[in-house]
């Protein structure tokens, strides 16, 4: 298939090539002055809105506050958790000259906020009446990337970041199942991506956590991606930052904290799960424009076209639907419906003069074998709010069955390999790192988790035949 003036290079044909485009025609980003930065254009920066509103609301309504920590961090504070900063050091940009001169110790621009965040805690919680104290920061975080890739992987990106200190392990790992929970809930019920919720093997552990749990989902290619994480981080930081508290035994103790992220990265996964050949498609709860009206017609019959459709979107609107009239004179229909099918927009209505004098409009969804279809003016607004819900059903099924159909349960080697060239393989493992490594040099496929649904088993590592760990099945794909 070739790829038409208007559109991108058929996913079917180059994946990545597909994405590539799609993220630049659509409108969601452009590529910032600096390698690999990314500037997020209104239409892009409307779906993370959306999406930010359903995580913050969540995040609220779970008893955590929001604040904000600066940008800046002495380096000298990374260095205080061992791991931390060794797993950091390579993505860091540092800072040693500021205000013309060389600083006397430099600071980094924020990978992560642990260590300032923890620094904080240290002086706001001093007894157990203190706790838990439950914070959140939506900010910009920088991780220098060796191989960019828009949303995916960004010098620069947005998230949110969960900062939890707890009396105790028990409550700082319910809090951190919390955290994940509620990330599965939004990438399921707004998103229409269905993901496996998991536990990160060591060897994938978040630098200088206890325990790492993840979100997994599967892309249209087969791959993972890792869509949020949280993390128990037992007392690492609180010892590196003197996170403490009196107990009411008069005792001293040591806070159990525990950090959540989830970021621009989930947009990227939505585009992956979601998108075709013709380009984007936005579950209906994300989607900037759920409706776009393209009035048809030159002169006067335009400028009635025009009228019908404000007064057509007054009332769809009304119904809490939104919705954009598409009033640019010197396009063509054709060109504005392969735009806003390019775009992901979930319905389209078209306006006429035939609609106008009738009091219609021609309803084209963007998937689904319905076909256009003519719909009343009255009836648009229930019947627009049914066509959403459908096509946001509708994707969280094609979705789940798209991820079953390329999920394998193997038990050999040769089963394995066939299973991670298309997607994921439910396997056995050993556990050891250095097994890991050897799957991960011959395949590219890396163990994404340990499903927390999966059911009790052992038996031969599906690699080196020594005895399984973890006492369930490994998810192993290739990963974005
Ligand atoms: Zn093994």
New binding site residues.
Partial sequence: MARSEHGVTPQSEDFSAWYNELVTKAELVDRGPVRGSMVIRPYGYRLWELLQAEIDRRIKDTGHQNAYFPLLIPESYLRREAEHVEGFAPELAVVTRAGGKELDEPVVIRPTSETVIGEMMSRWISSHRDLPMLLNQWANMVRWELRPRMFLRTTEFLWQEGHTAHAGAADAMGETMLALDLYAEVARDIAAMPVVRGEKTPGERFAGALRTFTIEGMMRDGRALQAGTSHYMGVNFAQAFDIGYTAESGQRELCHTTSWGMSTRMIGGIIMTHGDDRGLVLPPRLAPYQVVIVPIGRGEQWESAVTAARELAGRISAGGIRVHVDERQQLSPGFKFNDWELRGVPARLELGQREVTAGTAVLARRLGDAGKETISGSDAPAVLAAALDELQALLLRRATEFRDEHTFVVDDWESFTRAVSSGWALAL??G?PS?EDEIKAETAATPRCVPLDGPPESGP??????PSAYGKRVIFGRAY
């Fill in positions: 493992h050993c050891q097994c590592c599906v690699r080196c035949n020594a």
